[in-house]
């Protein structure tokens, strides 16, 4: 990205520019015209009328002669004032143009941002950047060269005007144009170092804001909301105090600036004149003159804004560039030849280490190669360091140092579009788009533009194109399809339906999703296509209920016949409200309904059993904790509505006081509302008796035979031929309540509703209207759990060669992430599937298995298999290199050269110690340095009187011991012992002192292991304090590593 704004504009505008300066500079003979007519109109045409004039050739009189001159004038301002909004026009189209460029750059490099970038800017900075920060350098952008050429021209013709006339007056109008051209810029340049300040200070103000919005429960729980105010206070404080100080210098810059403009007017008046009076300059050449400098103050004043917005301009595009160009930035690698079509292909990982930027190593040389199609399982319990490994293999983060290649080409080689397309990666936080989940789900097969038709294209369409490739923008269409069907073998979405109930299956969210599918409710005229098939099924199952015996457990809605099993609302309209502008809950309001109910006599005896139900109601779950279960069944009455009834039912109980006026009312329609939501077979049929039921099925013939206009778009009636908007799928399929609570029986219609789905091939539409629901922003309006199924799907839709799973089912149980793993793995034979988890049980289903420690990965041995080659080698093998590979590994002596390592094995030696003995004690000499290879050691300290030692550290392998006391040029201060039985390399202190030199920063290294050493966890089978190996006796002392004893 380049550094200097000019270079910017100049590469990408440079034509423009070009074209706008021949613009300007046509410009400049029309304005001096426009300058010296004003002089000939009163020195010839009023102050010396003749008889007679020419133009051209051409005599006229003198009134003649005065129009020609005026309207030439007028022409002439004319044509100036086009020029000028021709000019101002084409600036800002090219400043616009160049806006849109760069807002377009920044977003392509923010995509392009290595992923451990994101955790060091906020949301709110780089959003303020893009559509905030850049917004003014679109003015600056359109006049960056024109600006100053133009009014500078303007400048220049106005001053050779004015020296035309007469010299003295030339000097006179420049005179204190030095004066402003030192003092103004710099006091311009406070005001921009204090604009500078108020920016960086607004982007802290966006970022503690997006951290709020972020942390908004945490603010609330901990109740510190008056703290974050005074925060926002304090930032908005010094906001203010920057401004003011803005406004203070910028007035007193137009002030001075003002001052001096008005001063030159002044002596032209007194110089003038006394020309004029001399006899050495005419009235109308003093008038023009005056006419001229009131024409060049605005250019001068322009040229000076025009500095002050270069530098500010400048400033900005700086900070700007600075924020967007991080280092390890991703490059797009174009396709080439060489370039694959696929990644089934081995993946090799050579030495790769990766580091923060305070140089700790979470990966350290590691070297692995996975074959394709294999399964492989990589377990350590430093979350981060898995996450970074995850993230280097999917091109999410670089490696510090070291080489990723699949196949024959590196990771950073390939195209970030096939990776985009061959490779998926899953996390433990899913991130969804807003809109539906289907969207959700085909979000990684968006790789195929909508192609433009020239034939049928709109004129907005080739407008669009035209600015979208002059702005350096992209110019694909967003109104089309993107899903590249061909990626995946499909050719339309009816093709693709069969591969997404696969992945679907494969990820175990089928179930999950069928069983909320039957409980969605959705509008047939949003979905005709699902409704069209489930009214089929609808019939189908009705033929089947009564084929197989099963009419007794179903009350159909019909027509004619008061169904018990349905509430009374439902029974009164035969129908439901529409849920928008009618509810159950406010149906009485409707003067309609409650006309009808008056007329047919049901409202007295409504209002006298709904408060009877009320009543029951409020005394059954008033003090219950089971509230779920009164909102399954009673759905219609929410929190709000249940607080009324509360309210309504204690006025009732205190009957010592009147109820209020204003609250008869409220109450009466409240107990009408109670009386419709009754079901009678569940609440008690004395709730319907045979006269209520009667009044009922009037008001619904009444209604069925001629439904009132103002309850037609209100009301959606049961109709066996149409798909009902305000039934779940369940019910609609049904067409009725079941009328038994026998889970038998329920199952078995349950049963016969999946038969009749898969028979009329119709399951699968059940699944996509869950489907077609939205997840909310970010996905909240989903658990984590269907979340992270649905993130598993959206990687397996596409087909990828490569799946990295990242701790992606962390909240299902290990057994349930195996299966998921086992199907993906039967689903897509050839993908390469590596899974990363902070604990993986032994399993033969992986082809490998390894454990990530201290960053280094290290196999895990499946069913007596060998070791990986990092590990150490037994006896058997030569000296040379296991040792190198020993050190390699260790903390300390990693990253070294290969020719330092060799250097210091040519005086070292394998040493073996059993559990209990020393390899050395505190007050020994500092001889030499150990590298544990096999088993376990323990950092003690010897406490006085035969107490029991002082537990410090465990030390496991590949760690280094000694190298301590050996730096320190000090005896021993520590005392280590062995656990178990020990396999350990000694190296000679005296020649790794002799290499120090080389190996500046080894004691940074030593004291990195400390750390991490004091800080690790305890073995992995933890021994009680009184079952710990017990210490040798002063005689065995003997036995010390350091001595030579005890060797194998």
């Not at 009134?63 to 084409?90: P, Q, S």
């Not at 007050?923 to 107490?947: C, H, I, K, W, Y």
Request: glycine residues 6%; hydrophobic residues 45%.
């Amino acid at each position: 990205m380049d550094r200097n704004i000019f270079q910017f504009i100049w590469k990408h505008s440079g034509r423009q520019q070009i074209l706008l300066a021949l613009l300007t500079i046509a410009s400049f003979p029309v304005l001096y015209a426009s300058l010296e007519l004003p002089k000939i109109i009163i020195n010839r045409a009023l102050s010396d009328p003749q008889p007679v004039r020419e133009i051209l050739g051409v005599a006229m009189g003198p009134v003649t002669y005065l129009l020609v001159l005026c309207f030439t004038f007028l022409a002439l301002v004319l044509a100036n004032g086009a020029f000028k909004m021709r000019i101002n026009t084409f600036k800002g189209v090219v400043g616009e143009r160049q806006v849109r460029r760069l807002r377009f750059m920044l977003l392509d490099r923010m995509l392009r941002f290595p992923l451990p970038h994101f955790s060091k800017v906020s949301q709110g900075e780089l959003i303020s950047t893009v559509t905030s920060e850049t917004e003014p350098l679109a003015g600056f952008i359109g006049d960056s060269f024109a600006q100053p050429l133009y009014q500078g021209g303007t400048m220049l013709t106005i001053l050779l005007f004015l020296f035309i006339q007469q010299p003295t007056i030339g000097l006179v109008s420049i005179a204190l144009i030095p004066v402003q051209a030192y003092i103004i810029p710099k006091l311009q340049i406070k005001v921009k170092m204090l604009g500078k300040e108020r920016v960086r200070k607004v982007r802290q103000l966006s970022e503690r804001i997006g951290e709020s919005v972020e942390n908004v429960r945490e603010i609330r729980v901990n109740g510190t909301i008056r703290y974050v105010l005074a925060q926002f206070s304090q930032y908005l404080g010094s906001i203010y105090w920057i401004r003011l100080e803005i406004y203070k210098r910028k007035y007193f810059v137009k002030f001075l600036n003002n001052f001096i403009n008005q001063i030159t007017p002044f002596f032209l008046f007194s110089i003038g004149g006394y020309l004029v009076l001399q006899g050495d300059l005419t009235i109308g050449a003093l008038v023009a003159a005056l006419s001229a400098f009131k024409d060049l103050t605005a250019p001068w004043k322009e040229l000076l804004d025009y500095y002050q917005n270069m530098i500010d301009a400048q400033i900005k595009y700086e900070q700007i560039a600075d924020q967007f160009s991080p280092p390890f930035l991703f490059e797009w690698a174009p396709s080439t030849p060489a370039t694959p079509t696929d990644l089934k292909a081995p993946i090799r990982l050579e030495a790769v280490t990766w580091a923060n930027e305070y140089g700790d190593r979470m990966l350290q040389r590691l070297s692995l190669e996975v074959p394709p199609g294999a399964l492989v399982g990589i377990a350590g319990t430093n979350a981060l360091a898995l996450r970074r490994l995850a993230e280097v293999l999917v091109r999410l983060s670089p490696p510090t140092s070291g080489r990723i290649a699949i196949g024959n080409q590196t990771l950073d080689q390939l195209p970030l579009d096939l990776l985009g397309r061959r490779m998926a990666y899953a996390s433990p936080e899913p991130r969804m788009f807003t809109g539906s989940m289907m969207q959700n789900i085909t979000y990684g097969l968006r790789h195929r533009p909508p192609p433009d038709d020239p034939e049928t294209m709109s004129p907005a369409r080739r407008r669009e194109i035209v600015e979208a490739e002059a702005s350096g923008n992209s110019a694909d269409s967003m109104e089309g399809i993107w899903t590249d069907f061909a990626m995946i073998g499909a050719t339309d979405w009816n093709s693709l339906r069969p591969w997404f109930m696969q992945c679907l299956a494969a990820t175990g969210g089928e179930n999950a999703v069928y069983q909320r599918g039957l409980r969605e409710v959705f509008d047939p005229d949003d979905y005709p296509f699902v409704a069209e098939p489930l009214l089929r099924v609808r019939h189908w199952l009705r033929d089947a209920i009564t084929e197989r015996g099963m009419d007794t457990l179903l009350a159909r809605f019909e027509r004619d016949r008061f169904n018990p099993y349905g509430s009374l609302a439902e029974n009164l309209l035969f129908g439901l409200p529409d849920g928008k502008r009618l509810t159950v809950a406010r149906m009485v309001c409707d003067p309609t309904i409650r006309a009808l109910m008056e007329t047919h006599g049901l409202w007295d005896s409504a209002v006298r059993i709904g408060r009877r139900f009320a009543m029951r109601v409020v005394g059954v779950y008033r003090d219950s904790a089971d509230g779920d279960v009164m909102i399954m069944r009673y759905p219609h009455i929410d929190d709000a509505l249940f607080e009324e009834l509360v309210e309504a039912v204690t006025r009732l109980k205190r009957r010592s006081e009147r109820p209020q006026r204003r609250h008869q009312e409220a109450d009466t329609l409240l107990f009408a509302t109670m009386f419709l939501m009754i079901v009678p077979k569940r609440d008690g049929m004395d709730f319907a008796p045979p006269p209520e039921r009667e009044a009922i099925m009037a008001i619904r013939r009444r209604l069925l035979d001629d439904m009132p206009q103002e309850l037609r778009d209100k009301v959606a009636v049961f109709d066996p031929e149409l798909y009902h908007p305000r039934l779940n799928v369940m019910d609609n399929l049904l067409f009725g309540r079941i009328t038994t609570e026998d889970p038998r029986a329920i199952t078995q219609l349950r049963a016969l509703v999946d038969e009749a789905l898969e028979r009329n091939d119709a399951r699968a539409f059940v699944l996509i209207l869950v489907v077609l629901g939205e997840v909310g922003i970010g996905g909240s309006l989903l658990p984590i759990s269907v979340r992270q199924r649905i993130q598993l799907t959206r990687g397996l839709m596409k087909k990828p060669d490569i799946f990295v799973i990242y701790q992606a089912l962390n909240s299902y149980d290990p057994d349930e992430r195996m299966r998921i793993f086992l199907r993906m793995k039967e689903l897509l034979p050839e993908m390469t599937l590596i899974v990363l988890e902070e604990r993986i049980a032994d399993n033969p289903a992986f082809d490998a298995l390894y454990d990530l420690e201290d960053g280094r990965l290290v196999r895990r041995g499946q069913n007596g298999g060998d070791q990986q080659e990092d590990t150490m080698p037994g006896d058997g093998e030569g000296t040379d290199e296991p040792a190198l590979r020993l050190l390699s590994r260790s903390p300390v002596f990693s990253d070294l050269p290969e020719t330092v390592l060799r250097r210091m094995l040519t005086v070292s030696e394998w040493r073996t110690v059993s559990a209990g003995d020393f390899i050395f004690r505190s007050g020994e000499p500092s001889e030499f340095v150990f590298v544990l290879a096999e088993g376990e050691a323990e950092m003690v300290r010897l406490m006085p009187d035969n107490q029991p030692p002082l537990h410090i550290a465990y030390i496991k392998p590949p760690e280094v011991m000694g190298e301590v006391e050996l730096l320190a040029g000090v005896r021993r201060f520590s005392t280590i012992r062995a656990r178990t039985d020990l396999r350990l390399l000694r190296l000679d202190g005296a020649a790794m002192l002799r290499l120090l030199p080389s190996v500046p920063d080894l004691p940074m290294r030593v004291i990195q292991q400390i750390g991490k050493r004091l800080t690790s966890e305890g073995p992995a089978g933890s021994v009680p304090s009184d079952a710990q190996v017990p210490l040798p006796p002063r005689e065995r002392e003997g036995t010390h590593a350091e001595h030579g004893k005890g060797e194998g």
